[in-house]
């Protein structure tokens, strides 16, 4: 079974960077896709970057765009949320999930990344950004 693990949140000023790393086991092929999502307190869960694992493509919400970057390193298992220039309504629990494909496409990935449709969930790591 898929396991995953966040860790490297934090209490950080803004405009401060922190980098969050999930650690990922149990996939039995190479067609996944891993995102990273998260839930501030009193709003509902977002997805905010997500990197298709079969062709390396990445996605963006909007909001980070040009600040989050996301990354895999196979050999570790791991993938990294890079987050820079943080702002105060950055703050959030952030989660990583995992979504399993038999024959994955862009839209595919996309439609269920924006959807929220992952099979697999950590438990979250905190990010708090103060002001």
């Known amino acids: 079974e898929v396991q995953l693990v966040e860790s490297g949140g934090g209490l950080v000023q803004a405009g401060g960077s922190l980098r969050l790393s999930c650690a990922a086991s149990g996939f039995t092929s190479d067609d996944y896709a891993i995102g990273w999502f998260r839930q501030a307190p009193g709003k509902e869960r977002e997805g905010v970057s997500c990197?298709?694992?079969?062709?390396?493509?990445?996605y963006y919400v909007d909001s980070v765009k040009g600040r989050f970057t996301i990354s895999s390193d196979n050999a570790k298992n791991t993938v990294y949320l890079q987050m820079n220039s943080l702002k105060p309504e950055d703050t959030a629990v952030y989660f990583c999930?995992?979504?399993?494909?038999?024959?994955?496409?862009?839209?595919?990935?996309?439609?269920?990344?924006?959807?929220?449709?992952?099979?697999?969930w950590g438990k979250g790591t905190l990010v708090t950004v103060s002001s």
């Open positions: 990197i298709n694992n079969s062709d390396g493509s990445t």
């Open positions: 999930a995992a979504a399993l494909f038999s024959r994955s496409s862009p839209v595919v990935v996309i439609t269920t990344f924006y959807l929220g449709s992952m099979d697999y």
